[in-house]
């Protein structure tokens, strides 16, 4: 236990500028989301958009629940959470490994499988609390600026949304474990999230599109979290991780 | 294997893809000893050090350390082993004293007195940050963390490389004071022939991947000569392939032999060629190290 202390100690402070940083530009996508409403609705009223647009304009600008919806966990949130997570996890292992940190830990009494495990723990709590802390700001900017009381039914996609942000952030640490540049991890799980959105295009394949997942349907039309998305999550994120680790314990340094 | 053996290496074999960095290591480090690794760079010390970590994994051979298979017990010896680095690298961005925390807390045993005396008489600033410290400060931060866990034995993997030569001295000097006492094993890997020949006093030669040469300083002094001769024409082809010759230069009309073991035999043959003269010449261990990394001849 003393160990984990320690170790997650080392992660949070290292990675306090960066959760930081990470807070302030989902703070600001979610304080601009229900502010820019009126004016962003007026914008796409007014425009002479092509007849198989004008239907979509209507329905996603015409309701503010599906605004806010639509606009958070279908693209805004989404989409920025994805990006930090790839960057969260890129140099998990590489950049410990480049700057020698990683064996010089290693030369103490630590197991790789706990160093990962807390490394990733960091992490994954990291991202999570900073998708849920960003949304809470979404829910009270969207209370305060439109007084028409807080619109919980948001927060039903967060538990899936966090769990496929865990899932890329378990992804780019396998990279970041199996390639020895943080860079190229980086480009290799940003690479591999965009063949996965890619094929999500695809009808019968868009269950595997993160963003898709992380916009929750399901949740959305039936109030009730869709377990069967979860469950699948979690077996992603395991394999992904377990991966990882098995790839560490490998590793020579 | 035997208790008294702190480290023992039998035929350890490890390659990178193409490169054979060990090709048949085999050398034993008694317990109490201050063993110097030497050798050349390339010549597989770090590599050899590693794999007593279990940082990487030898390909086969068997390597003990403190009587504990390395791949077996890798965690019991690493809870027994204090290591310094060659690369010393910490989170750049935490201060001396969140770096000592983090040890603190990963390592088992810890002696905060010991660390807290360490830290004074280095003079090491506890609030500076590690980007901020000096090479030598950063060498004398590494070793505060290898010692203050008290291991049975303490690796240094080049420890004085980059210090000017009184911080090396100092440097040296407080590694000795630590360990004198106490019975720990000392592993040293240096480039720094002066400093192994001041501080240790068991030597193991590597080169191309295998020990070379091991034995206590002593000995190896005893045993390791320069003859130089000064024949009637050449030097004689029994002369000049006599087991005991590691290397011949020759210096004019005259030729210099580097030579080990029995070297009675030898000295009987050169002068059966009636030579115009002979002269028998210690060795520092600087010309050992040179004659055995260039000649590599047992």
Redesign the interface.
Known sequence: MKQIKALARKEFLESRVKLLVSLGVMAAIAVSLPLLFDWVRDVFMEMDAPERWAETITTQMGDYRIYLWGNWWGKNHSQTMLVLAMIWGMGIIARERENGVLACLLSRPVTRGKLLAVKFAAGAISLSLTSLASTMILLATSWLSRGDGIPWFILRAWPQAALVIVAVFALTTLFSTLLRDRVMALLASLGTTVVVTALGFIAPLRHISPLYLMSAPRALMTGRQDLAALAGLVVVTAALYSTANHALKRMEL | MTDRAAIEAVDVHKS?GEVKALSGLTFRVERGSITALLGPNGAGKTTAI?LM?N???QDRGSLSVLGMDTRQHS?LI??R?G?V?E????????TVK?VL????????TWDKELQNRLLSDFNLPPTRKVRELSRGMTGQLALILALSPRPDLLILDEPVSGLDPVMRREFMRNILAEVADRGQTVLLSSHNLSEVERTADTVVLMNHGKAILTGSMEHIKNTEKKVRVAPQGGLPPEVENHPAVISVRSEGRAFLLTVSGDTEDLLAQIHRHNPFAVEVLDLSLEDIFLARSEGDKQ
């Open positions: 990178f590693r970590l940082l990487a994994a965690l690493r809870r082993v290591y680095p690369n010393r690298a910490f989170t750049p961005g935490f969140r925390e983090l040890f603190q807390g990963i390592s088992e």
